[in-house]
């Protein structure tokens, strides 16, 4: 029977006081992170967004570049072309900028045209065609040349 007592069984299950209470929510807050953890986590994160970073940075210089190489190649190959086709040029040197307006705004470009004579009794005109740019301070430079038959 019962008594003013409960069973010895029921005791020994029991906690006395506030203590059970206090005893959970410590054990609730030792689950989460602690400072140490949250720093080597940012430490992390700030590192592998730095790399991405540069490297993104470093694929838009390359693109600016190779896109700039590209353009330039692209007209010299036309420019190039057309002297062919055309009567030959007179030996000259001439040089300027492109306008404003152009689509090659920004380059400056100079034409060599020289007689050489690769063999004897050969006579050919060497046509260099030199186009010259900046990108960010930087001076950047293409160079194309063709012989095409003098008359």
Same mark, same amino acid.
């Given at each position: 029977?019962?008594?003013?007592?409960?069973?010895?069984?029921?005791? %020994? *299950?029991?906690?006395?006081? @506030?203590? !059970?209470?206090?005893?959970?929510?410590? $054990?609730?807050?030792?689950?989460?992170?602690?400072?140490?953890?949250?720093?080597?986590?940012?430490?992390?994160?700030?590192?592998?967004?730095?790399?991405?970073?540069?490297?993104?940075?470093?694929?838009?210089?390359?693109?600016?570049?190779?896109?700039?190489?590209?353009?330039?190649?692209?007209?010299?190959?036309?420019?190039? %072309? *057309?002297?062919?086709?055309? @009567?030959? !040029?007179?030996?000259?040197?001439?040089? $300027?900028?492109?306008?404003?307006?152009?689509?090659?705004?920004?380059?400056?470009?100079?034409?060599?045209?020289?007689?050489?004579?690769?063999?004897?009794?050969?006579?050919?005109?060497?046509?260099?065609?030199?186009?010259?740019?900046?990108?960010?301070?930087?001076?950047?430079?293409?160079?194309?040349?063709?012989?095409?038959?003098?008359?």
């Amino acid at each position: 029977m019962w008594t003013t007592d409960p069973p010895p069984s029921v005791v %020994a *299950r029991r906690r006395p006081g @506030p203590w !059970p209470r206090l005893r959970l929510r410590l $054990g609730r807050a030792r689950r989460g992170f602690t400072l140490l953890e949250v720093l080597v986590a940012m430490a992390v994160l700030a590192i592998t967004l730095v790399t991405l970073y540069e490297s993104f940075i470093s694929t838009v210089r390359i693109n600016t570049s190779t896109r700039g190489l590209w353009k330039a190649m692209i007209y010299a190959n036309n420019e190039l %072309a *057309r002297i062919e086709r055309s @009567p030959s !040029p007179s030996v000259s040197v001439q040089q $300027g900028d492109f306008p404003p307006d152009d689509p090659m705004a920004g380059y400056s470009w100079r034409r060599e045209v020289a007689d050489e004579q690769p063999f004897p009794n050969v006579t050919v005109r060497k046509v260099l065609l030199e186009l010259t740019w900046s990108i960010g301070g930087v001076p950047q430079s293409y160079r194309a040349q063709i012989y095409v038959q003098s008359q």
